[in-house]
């Protein structure tokens, strides 16, 4: 209790301002007091407003008080001072550099706890203590410490600024209001900021669903990687088992042959070599009898000569013919011509059966290089090919549809067409009547001065020149004549280079949001390519200018 007391006593005898125990003590008119110095520098910083205040209760006075050392509280203070009593203990929070900074201290500044929007000033927590106990303070605004509280004071009349101008969209004061600002629509910024809080608040919902929506794609994307890695594994361990099997066939076709030439090898071997020890064995039997026969030709003694001639001289049938039919033997060679002929029909069938492979993997580098050889692009482009017919309901008066929708022409004498809410009035063009989503690969065959290849949303305007494909972000057209090509969108011209030909080509790849224009005769050339984001199908388009008797055709591919 000793200690509460002591502290409570420490407390009655500082400085609201300095914190320390009073030095030179005064007390101003309010009742209030505080170190002579402390005032005095207080006092000195509002001398410019010509009005000056307790920094507790905020009480104002006019002139400036005389300020008189309070002695009874200056004695007071060192009789204390004598029984123990020391400064306030320094528990205090001092503000860094990057920390708001209480206005009322001196010296050393405490570190600011609210500003007040009234006043308008930041406050330690010591110094915000009359805020919560003074009736008139009690009703300021005080929000978290901020920097930037003299923004809100008008620098010409140095007031607050309570009110915003709509007419010049800023905040101003009241004097402001019935000064220069006479006459325009002025709120109170309170007002204000409940109307533009309004707006922030179906900003951020806009915001938050955008959000959401990107995420959404983002899995969807997600989504598409992995079906994508996933149906790449499949495709290479599917193919993987197929090659496997492919080889072990051929792996055992390849022993099959070996087994049944080698078996064939051994029987005509054991046959040759049965002919062959029999031979062998015959002349052994001749050169005996040959033998014999010269023993017999040198005995001198001719009654024995006649004796035995009979029985050496006989000769046994022989029971292999004279003479050996030999064979070449080309079994082994119709084998060897069998398997030869056997790898060139599978070389080819590889080759063809790789080539729609390779152009099945790389179906998306052909359609999106200008690199690869013009027959793979062309192929590519041909696997997307799309039958393109025009719709009526969409042509312009000045147009004629013939070839069974598929072909426009540029016509002196208007047409009678009924009124339909699709139909450019404007713009002479045309849209096809199939929506284009996917991949997808057409060609225009024009005639004449010049056409626009183009495509576009259906929700195109349908009036005005901003109807013109090109001429706004609903559409991407290529304009073709005899001397040049140029692209538009947005009203946006790009000049384009490339070999002049009567047919273009358009590829589209509405998920991927590439649109690619080529120029095709007995050549293709990649003209010009968008990349962008799709929003909807896509519809062909093509337009004429005032030359009568142009004429477009999209053209029947196979």
């Known amino acids: 209790m000793a200690q509460q007391n002591n502290q409570l006593d420490r407390t009655k005898f500082c400085c609201s301002i300095c914190l320390d125990l009073l030095k030179d003590p005064v007390t101003i008119p309010c009742g209030h007091s505080y170190c002579m110095n402390c005032i005095q520098s207080h006092w000195d910083e509002e001398d410019e407003k010509k009005t000056h205040s307790c920094p507790q209760c905020r009480q104002s006075f006019t002139p400036r008080p005389v300020l008189v050392k309070n002695t009874m509280l200056a004695d007071l203070v060192e009789e204390l001072k004598k029984t123990g009593l020391q400064a306030a203990p320094a528990d205090l929070c001092y503000a860094e550099p990057e920390d708001v900074a209480c206005d009322v201290c001196t010296g050393r500044k405490r570190k600011a706890v609210k500003s007040c929007l009234s006043c308008p000033a930041s406050y330690c927590d010591k110094h915000l203590q009359p805020h919560y106990e003074a009736v008139p303070l009690k009703k300021h605004k005080l929000v978290e410490p901020s920097e930037k ?100 066939l051929m792996e055992k076709r390849r022993s099959d042959v070996k087994q049944q030439v080698r078996s064939q090898q051994e029987t005509e071997v054991s046959r040759v070599k049965e002919l062959q020890e029999k031979r062998e064995q015959e002349i052994t039997e001749l050169k005996r009898k040959d033998a014999e026969l010269k023993k017999l030709s040198h005995t001198e003694d001719h009654n024995q000569f006649l004796h035995n001639y009979p029985s050496v001289s006989a000769l046994s049938e022989s029971t292999h013919s004279s003479s050996i039919n030999i064979r070449p033997l080309r079994y082994f060679e119709d084998v060897t011509a069998a398997v030869s002929e056997a790898r ?103 005639k004449g001065t010049g056409v626009e290849v183009a495509v576009a949303y259906k929700s195109i ?98």
């Open 149 to 248: 509280l003299q923004e809100n004071i008008c620098s010409r009349h140095d007031e607050v600024m309570k009110m915003f101008c709509r007419t010049d969209q800023q905040c101003i004061c009241y004097l402001c209001s019935v000064d220069e600002h006479k006459g325009h629509d002025t709120v109170s910024a309170a007002a204000e900021r409940t109307e533009r809080q309004r707006e922030l608040e179906v900003s951020r919902q806009n915001i938050q669903q955008r959000i959401q929506d990107r995420e959404e794609d983002v899995k969807v994307l997600q989504q598409e990687v992995e079906a994508i890695n996933g149906s790449a594994d499949k495709a290479v361990e599917h193919s993987e088992k197929i090659f496997t099997e492919l080889i072990r």
């Open 344 to 446: 060139d029909k599978l070389q080819d069938v590889l080759r063809e059966t790789w080539t729609n492979i390779s152009l099945t993997v790389t179906e998306v580098d052909v359609l999106l290089s200008n690199t690869l050889p013009e027959n793979k692009i062309r192929a590519g482009l041909l696997r997307c090919s799309r039958e393109i017919t025009l719709d009526l309901n969409t042509a312009n008066t000045w147009l004629l549809l013939s070839e069974g929708n598929r072909k426009v022409t540029n016509i002196s004498q208007q047409q009678s067409y009924s009124g339909h809410p699709d139909r450019f009035t404007y713009c002479c063009q045309v849209l096809s009547r199939e929506s284009l989503t996917g991949r997808c690969y057409w060609e225009v065959e024009w």
């Open 461 to 558: 305007n349908r009036a005005g020149k901003v109807s013109g494909f090109g001429q706004n972000d609903k559409s991407w057209s290529l304009d073709c004549d005899n001397d040049s090509y140029n692209f538009y969108h947005k009203k946006v011209k790009t000049r384009v280079s490339g070999p002049r030909s009567s047919r273009v080509g358009v590829f589209l790849d509405h998920s991927a949001g590439i649109l690619s224009f080529y120029s095709v005769s007995e050549t293709i050339t990649l003209l010009h390519r968008v990349q962008t984001t799709f929003t909807e199908p896509l519809y062909a388009g093509l337009r004429f200018y005032y030359a009568f008797g142009d004429s477009a055709e999209f053209s029947k591919l196979k």
